[in-house]
């Protein structure tokens, strides 16, 4: 692995957290689906939970507009996002890491399975600013660990993936899938799971990128 030139990031998980949102709007869509099933709260919980893990790591599971035009629900995504902006959860070492990654000159990129919305994530929370390149899956029509949607990513940026380093919360995704492009992984793992020895390096803060980047230099 030669110089780093550039680095690319997941969102969720890893920049921020959608959680809260998610945590305020699942019991409203709880309520709609019980009501259209005629059912329970908690069976309009199960069933609508099962359809989401029963597609887990698909093209669909990415996008919550998907799961509520399944069920025929009168919501978007993108509304929630703009009504509750302050639910969206930036990590405390997320902006003094991109301060300090372009302070040093590195271009920066977003690689993300997530439909256009992801975009307004960034926007409202402050974070668009920081990237030269923002990828979803809409620009490529394919989701992490997809190649394609790296080797997009790194062309915007014009650098070679041996060039680039990739941080992301998902082993599955993220780290196999930047490694399988030959980029440097870097796992975060902000839970402290169990380890895992699939990634270049496993970090449990932001902070640590400091130290690889000064490594791998």
Do not use: C
Not at 157 to 183: I, N, R, T
């Amino acid at each position: 692995m030669g110089r780093i030139k550039a680095v690319l990031f997941d969102i969720d998980g890893t920049l921020l957290t959608e959680m809260p949102l998610i945590q305020l709007f699942l019991p409203q869509v709880y309520e709609k689906l019980a009501k259209k099933l005629e059912t329970t709260k908690e069976e309009a919980r199960n069933v609508f939970l099962s359809e989401i893990f029963s597609r887990r790591d698909t093209y669909d599971w990415h996008d919550w507009n998907f799961f509520f035009e399944l069920f025929g629900l009168n919501m978007r995504y993108e509304d929630l996002l703009r009504r509750y902006p302050h639910k969206l959860h930036v990590y405390p070492d997320t902006i003094p890491t991109l301060e300090w990654l372009k302070g040093s000159g590195y271009p920066l990129g977003v690689v993300t399975s997530g439909p256009e919305y992801q975009r307004l994530k960034l926007k409202l929370t402050g974070l668009e600013g920081y990237f030269d390149v923002i990828v979803t899956r809409e620009d490529v029509k394919a989701i992490k660990p997809e190649p394609k949607i790296f080797l997009y990513a790194l062309e915007k940026l014009g650098v070679e993936p041996k060039e680039a380093a990739f941080v992301g919360d998902s082993l599955s995704q993220d780290v196999y899938g930047a490694k399988h492009v030959g980029m440097l992984s870097i796992w975060i793992n902000r839970e402290g799971e169990p380890g895992h020895h699939l990634a270049d390096y496993e970090i449990r803060t932001l902070h640590e990128l400091r130290k690889i980047l000064g490594v791998v230099e």
